[in-house]
Each structure stands twice: as structure tokens, then as C-alpha cells.
């Protein structure tokens, strides 16, 4: 299997800056730089159907198509580096193996939208990775991939690394944006989009670590080849997916998208721990419906995941065995997102806390069977919420709803957990 993200990777350190170049690194940029108009690089981008990696899916070379040309100012290019989602740690793995995929894949990126200034605001606990980062970054000016006439060209780029405050909504891009500008971390209103009016009110592109990184093998191989590496017709490329909870082998692996969920437990993680039977998981991140064995030939890709009721998300798949209470399991998550909520919007500063209060009736054993309809009822009016936390955050609920409702009703009606006794 041909890997992308991982194929400099040197066990238990970091890959240097000579082994990178040695093994290739910066030659994508300097190809571009070259033989390659801007537009060119954002058209390989969109032919090679890259969708983004940090939960949304977005096609990435359409998300860069909607910044203007033609507006004055400058435009800028933000690495979103914020991994707080529960289960989730790919991009705090690929940081900390090679930072240098990222500073290349940030500078084609840059280059392609018209980009001097870019910004890589990343989780105030990933103090090696930025460690790691600002090395990186150092070397690369150095050696003439950032700065000034980059590879003797007439492009140029400044690229620089701010730590979060540490809260889960600077993920959400415009959040972020405020954030960096140095207010309150609350999300805008969009329209307008971040694309016409972003950071300081210029156009900005915000995208993922993992989805900056695989840009410098599209531009060095092509879109055709990048098509080529996915396990489903409609997919593209490879995907990062951190696994952990009840598996013989929690591990950050890279693998084509859409191969299916169980050759993903089963081959890659070894299985279920010895006495552990598979229960159900969460496919995509803490903010993703549960998956069951009835999903275990779903090919983890953007649209098969979508299509059996759940979302692929960031690719964290926290996998839970026949002990897991899953009321217990989902207040937990809930718990979560209601600290979590900046209150900017009623529905999250409100909704949340009142979801856990109904989760932890239930959960000891002093619910009544009309709590289920108020959490359906919850599931839906949280996507009226101002951006993207609360209804996330009502994933899991729905998916206990729809795939364990003989457990939350028993969990009622005897007032005890039936899992645990």
C-alpha cells in the first residue's frame, strides 16, 4: 500500500530536515515555482477530488476557487491545528513525525491562492509539535523554501506559528480568525464567508493539517494518481485514522479512504481485546453518530459514511465492547460540549446543559420514558444553533436514540443501567 502522510516516517522521532529533501521533500514546491501558473496548482487541486480533512469533507480546490482575484489587500492562509475533538489526534502524530510535509504543502497552497502571510494556529498542549514546527519553519527559510524570491522566483512567504488560548470553538474557522486577531473566540455570521472576508477582513482560506499535507504529492504525481490510491471509485487519496478504546492495538494509521470499518478494527488494530466483543464506535470523531456491527462493511469514506447515517469526520474512531453503558457513553461526550460552548447562541448555551441534565436523569436511574421524546426533540432544535457545535454535539445523542433505544428504555424503566447491572 502506497502512503502519502507517513512515507517519510522514522520510528520514535522526528524526521529531519536533510532526510525530507533527501527523500524528495520541496521538489513539488520548486515544480510549481517553475513550470506551474497559481491557477494550475488550484486546478490539480481540484482534479484530484480532495476533500478536507478536518470534519467538514469539503472539496478543497473548490473551497480555494471561491477567494477573489481581484480585491485589493492581502489574502492569508491559516492551518487549522486546534485537534480538540475527543478521539482525535492525527494531526498532533503527522506534526510530530514531519512538520516539513506541512510547511511545503502550506507554501503550494500559498501560492496558489496569491498568499505572503500564512498562520498555523495550532492547540496550546501540542507543545512539541510547535516545538517541532518552528524548527521546521526555520530551516526551510534557511534553506530558501520561505522568505523572500522563494527557489529564486518571484513569490514570497512568511509563515508563522500561534499557540491557542485552549478552547474546543477556536476549531470552528471563524472562531479561530477572531482569536488570532486577539477578541473573543466567538464564531461570525456568515455571510459573508471567510473566503471573501476573513482574518483582518481580507480573503482567507482556512484547511487542515492533514488536508495542507497531501497537497505536495498531488502537485508532484497529479490528480489521476492521488484518484488511484482511494479503496472506492468515488473516493480520493489516502485518510488518516486514529483509532483507540477497547482494541488489541490503538494506532494512528494511514490506509486508502473507504476501506471498511472492520478490516480497519480487525487487521490494523488486531482485534478486539482478549474478552472484548465489538459493541459499537464512534466513526469519525466525538461529534459523530455511533456506528454498530451492522456497519462493519461501511468503506469509511466521506459518502458511505454519510449514506449509513453517520459522518466521516476527522477519522477518530473510539471503539467501545459489550461493558460500555451507552447512555452512560454519550453523557460523557455531552458533558463535554456543554463545557465547551463559548454561550455565544441560546440553543448551545441553553440546549446543552438541559441534554445532560436529561442524559444524567437517565443515567441514574430517575428517568422517565418521556425524556427519550425530549431529547429527539433536543437533536433536532440544536441545529438551530449558530454554528456547528451544537448539532455535532447532538450526534451521539441521536445515534443512541436511533441505535440503542431498547437500552436507553430499559435503562428507564428498570432504573438501572442494563449493561452494567
Same mark, same amino acid.
Given at each position: 500500500m502506497e502512503t502519502i502522510l507517513f512515507r517519510h516516517n522514522r520510528p520514535d522521532r522526528t524526521v529531519t530536515f536533510d532526510e525530507y529533501l533527501a527523500a524528495g521533500g520541496f521538489q513539488a514546491l520548486k515544480k510549481a515555482l517553475s513550470g506551474m501558473s497559481p491557477d494550475e496548482v488550484q486546478q490539480t487541486v481540484i482534479d484530484s477530488g480532495l476533500r478536507g480533512r478536518g470534519g467538514a469533507g469539503f472539496p478543497t480546490g473548490k473551497k480555494w476557487s471561491f477567494v477573489p482575484r481581484n480585491l485589493p489587500g492581502p489574502r492569508y492562509l491559516i492551518c487549522n491545528s486546534d485537534e480538540m475533538e475527543p478521539g482525535t489526534y492525527k494531526d498532533r502524530v503527522l506534526l510530530e513525525h514531519n512538520p516539513h510535509l506541512l510547511v511545503e504543502g502550506m507554501a503550494l497552497t500559498s501560492y496558489a491562492l496569491g498568499v505572503e502571510h500564512a498562520?498555523?494556529?495550532?492547540?496550546?498542549g501540542y507543545e512539541q509539535a510547535a516545538s517541532d514546527l518552528k524548527n521546521a519553519i526555520a530551516q526551510a527559510?534557511?534553506?530558501?523554501?520561505?522568505?523572500?524570491?522563494i527557489c529564486g522566483s518571484g513569490f514570497s512567504l512568511e509563515l508563522d506559528v500561534h499557540l491557542s488560548a485552549g478552547r474546543y470553538i477556536c476549531g470552528e474557522e471563524t472562531a479561530l480568525m477572531n482569536a488570532l486577531e486577539g477578541v473573543r473566540a466567538n464564531p461570525r455570521?456568515?455571510?459573508?464567508?471567510?473566503?471573501?472576508?476573513?482574518?483582518?477582513?481580507?480573503? =482567507?482560506?482556512?484547511?487542515?493539517?492533514?488536508?495542507?499535507?497531501?497537497?505536495?504529492?498531488?502537485?508532484?504525481?497529479?490528480?489521476?494518481w492521488f484518484k488511484g490510491l482511494a479503496a472506492t471509485p468515488e473516493g480520493a487519496g489516502?485518510?488518516?485514522?486514529?483509532?483507540?478504546?477497547?482494541?488489541?492495538?490503538?494506532?494512528?494509521?494511514?490506509?486508502?479512504?473507504? =476501506?471498511?470499518?472492520?478490516e480497519i478494527v480487525d487487521t490494523h488494530c488486531g482485534g478486539m481485546r482478549p474478552g472484548s466483543t465489538f459493541k459499537a464506535c464512534i466513526p469519525g470523531g466525538a461529534s459523530t453518530p455511533y456506528f454498530t456491527r451492522e456497519h462493519w462493511a461501511?468503506?469509511?469514506?466521506?459518502?458511505?459514511?454519510?449514506?449509513?447515517?453517520?459522518?466521516?469526520? =476527522?477519522?477518530?474512531?473510539v471503539v467501545f465492547d459489550q461493558t460500555t453503558c451507552m447512555v452512560a457513553a454519550t453523557l460523557n461526550l455531552t458533558r463535554f460540549y456543554a463545557r465547551e460552548s463559548c454561550g455565544w447562541c441560546t440553543p448551545c448555551r441553553e440546549g446543552l446543559p438541559f441534554v445532560q441534565h436529561i442524559l444524567e436523569k437517565i443515567e441514574a436511574g430517575r428517568g422517565d420514558l418521556a425524556d427519550m421524546d425530549i431529547l429527539r426533540d433536543h437533536v433536532h432544535k440544536l441545529n438551530y444553533a449558530f454554528c456547528a457545535l451544537a448539532p455535532g454535539a447532538m450526534g451521539p445523542v441521536e445515534g443512541l436514540l436511533r441505535l440503542f433505544e431498547d437500552e436507553v428504555r430499559e435503562h428507564i424503566t428498570a432504573g438501572r443501567c442494563p449493561v452494567k447491572g
Open positions: 498562520f498555523i494556529f495550532i492547540r496550546r527559510h534557511k534553506a530558501g523554501f520561505l522568505g523572500k524570491g455570521s456568515k455571510p459573508p464567508f471567510p473566503a471573501v472576508k476573513g482574518l483582518w477582513g481580507q480573503p =482567507t482560506v482556512v484547511n487542515n493539517v492533514e488536508t495542507l499535507s497531501n497537497i505536495p504529492a498531488i502537485v508532484a504525481h497529479g490528480p489521476d489516502t485518510k488518516l485514522f486514529c483509532v483507540s478504546g477497547h482494541v488489541q492495538n490503538p494506532i494512528c494509521l494511514e490506509l486508502p479512504i473507504g =476501506t471498511p470499518l472492520g461501511v468503506p469509511m469514506d466521506f459518502d458511505p459514511v454519510a449514506k449509513a447515517g453517520s459522518r466521516l469526520g =476527522t477519522g477518530g474512531v
